[in-house]
């Protein structure tokens, strides 16, 4: 899970919780292993982060752009065969 935090916040930086880190705020954390959820879960709820989304880029494709794949892949069928 990645989160972005709205405020800076000192927490833990290990499972043990013997090191601290401060968590900046306006700065994207990885929170991928379970002690870090745990962290993530507790900096959501209090307000002090929020989830961060993945942006999905879209590609539009033209029609010139599927002549030429297709153009591409018989021409690589007569090089090479059909595939068995």
């Not at 401060?22 to 002090?48: F, H, I, P, R």
């Not at 010139?64 to 591409?72: F, G, R, S």
């Amino acid at each position: 899970m990645k989160i972005k935090m709205k405020t800076t916040v000192n927490g833990s930086a290990n499972p043990e919780g013997s090191a601290s880190m401060s968590y900046k705020a306006g700065v994207e954390y990885d929170m991928s292993q379970k002690w870090q959820m745990k962290l993530a879960t507790s900096l959501l709820n209090s307000g002090d982060a929020e989830k961060s989304v993945k942006d999905t880029a879209k590609k539009v494709i033209t029609k010139l752009e599927k002549k030429v794949e297709n153009k591409t892949k018989k021409i690589v069928k007569k090089l090479f065969g059909k595939k068995k």
